[in-house]
Nanobody, 127 residues
Framework: QVQLVESGGGLVQAGGSLRLSCAAS????????MGWFRQAPGKEREVVAG????????DYADSVKGRFTVSRDNIKNTVYLQMNSLKPEDTAVYYC????????????????????WGQGTQVTVSS
């Protein structure tokens, strides 16, 4: 059974950076989809980025392209989300998720692609 634990959230000023980590325990497979989502108060959960666990495929929401980078470390069984040039509108609870049926650019943005979720980590960007 795979479990996910996020860390790295916090309070940062606009223009600053944070790196979120998502550590996966248990066995993972190369074709797993890994996604980062966020949910702000009163808003629906939205995709931020996706990556194939084996690497080679990444996708980003338009709102974070050029500012966020998703990566993975297979040895550490961890996926990262490097967030630069943060804006107040990036404030949200960030979740990582794993989809065991595989990764596709056409479906990475659907929450239903993922069947396991972490507990979330709060990111607050002050203006």
């Amino acid at each position: 059974q795979v479990q996910l634990v996020e860390s790295g959230g916090g309070l940062v000023q606009a223009g600053g950076s944070l790196r979120l980590s998502c550590a996966a325990s248990g066995r993972t497979f190369s074709n797993y989809a890994m996604g980062w989502f966020r949910q702000a108060p009163g808003k629906e959960r939205e995709v931020v980025a996706g990556i194939r666990w084996s690497g080679g495929s990444t996708d980003y929401a338009d709102s974070v392209k050029g500012r966020f980078t998703v990566s993975r470390d297979n040895i550490k069984n961890t996926v990262y989300l490097q967030m630069n040039s943060l804006k107040p509108e990036d404030t949200a609870v960030y979740y990582c998720a794993v989809g065991r049926l595989g990764y596709a650019s056409s479906s990475y943005h659907y929450p239903t692609t993922y069947d396991l979720w972490g507990q979330g980590t709060q990111v607050t960007v002050s203006s």
